[in-house]
């Protein structure tokens, strides 16, 4: 059990190494040759709310060349972004793909940012 003050601190400090290294996991796999492997990356990113990471996902969204992972890079910047994206997502639901994959992971991005204002 932690108590006190140090060992909260150090609760603290482990648990921040632990992201970290989690982190670090994540941020290799989203290289993986396997789109899969790629989107679900990102998706635990996405959840670990670090708007640091909206580069790294915009760069996905325009350099990947699986819609799945594209999709996935946009709702991870609706999850972690702010209004200055609504610009960004926005150009990113003209974009044709198949069955409207971009549209709806743009829109759908857009919506969550949305919320988080209220």
């Known amino acids: ?21 989690v982190k670090i996991v ?8 396997n789109s ?3 989107a679900a990356s ?10 640091s990471m909206i580069g790294e996902f915009r760069r996905k969204y325009e350099t ?3 819609y799945l992972v594209k999709a996935q890079a946009l709702i991870a910047i609706g999850e972690n972004g702010n209004q200055s994206e609504l610009r960004f997502l926005t150009d990113a639901a003209k974009v044709r793909s198949p069955r409207n994959v971009l549209k709806n992971a743009a829109e759908q991005a857009i919506e969550l940012i949305r919320n ?3």
């Open 36 to 38: 899969k492997v790629r």
């Open 1 to 21: 059990m932690v108590s006190g003050p140090l060992g909260k601190l150090q609760f603290r400090t482990c648990l921040n190494s632990t992201q970290t290294v």
């Open 116 to 118: 988080s204002n209220r």
């Open 64 to 66: 990947d060349d699986s």
């Open 42 to 51: 990102i998706k635990a990113l996405g959840k670990m709310k670090d708007p």
């Open 26 to 33: 994540f941020l290799q796999a989203i290289s993986d040759s």
